[in-house]
């Protein structure tokens, strides 16, 4: 006959697994979305992965949330290929294929976010294809990088959006007159009207 120790044993375990859905044996701590595609988009797009990066609602309701916010790559069907936990930390965004060094990356925003102004505060990060970190990139004078505007050109420079506030008269738009603003510069490998420095990634 089993002892109570065994039988409390085992209802702590199965416990835990529920919190992962039973999804994954191999790593129960793994709790991703599920996607539930009923009409598979075969015709309207190329075959390929879908790249998804929930994260919880701004409204702040306690409910509209995924289980673990992330960065995942599923196939076309729903299977999941892979999960940022372990790998990124913080809100994730803009995770996508960039081009480095003659290889295919993973690129993608990580850190935290304000949902009052719409900034994030972070760094970019290149994965290589084994999803091992290469670089992170961020702005000269640690100032804010933007989570949407991120793009590797000619495989090595980094161009990239920042935050920069500024004083603007917003009388016309019932603000103050000494009211601000956040003007959008961007660095990197040209010159554009703000933009003056040349960040590279290598």
């Not at 409390?8 to 992962?20: C, G, P």
């Not at 949330?65 to 803009?94: C, H, M, T, V």
């Amino acid at each position: 006959m089993k002892s109570l120790s065994t039988y409390v044993l085992v209802i702590l375990i199965n416990a835990i697994l529920a919190l992962a859905d039973w999804q994954f044996r191999s790593r129960p701590d793994l709790s991703p979305p599920r996607l539930n595609i009923t009409i598979p988009a075969t015709k309207e797009v190329a075959p390929g992965y879908i790249f998804v990066t929930p994260y919880p609602s701004f409204a702040d309701s306690g409910t509209l949330k995924p289980e673990q916010p992330g960065a995942y790559i599923f196939r076309n069907d729903g299977d999941l290929i892979w999960s940022s936990l372990g790998y990124l930390g913080g809100w994730i965004g803009n995770l996508q294929v960039a081009r480095y060094k003659g290889q295919a990356v993973l690129q993608a925003f990580q850190g935290t976010i304000n949902p009052f102004h719409g900034h994030g505060y972070g760094t970019a990060v290149l994965l290589d294809q084994g999803y091992r970190h290469i670089k992170t990139v961020q702005s000269q004078d640690s100032k804010l990088i933007s989570i949407h505007e991120f793009r590797i050109i000619d495989e090595r420079t980094a161009l990239f959006e920042i935050y920069q506030p500024v004083v603007y008269d917003l009388t016309a738009y019932g603000g103050e007159k000494d009211g601000w603003i956040v003007d959008g510069i961007f660095q990197g490998a040209h010159r554009f009207q703000r933009g003056q420095t040349r960040e590279q990634v290598n």
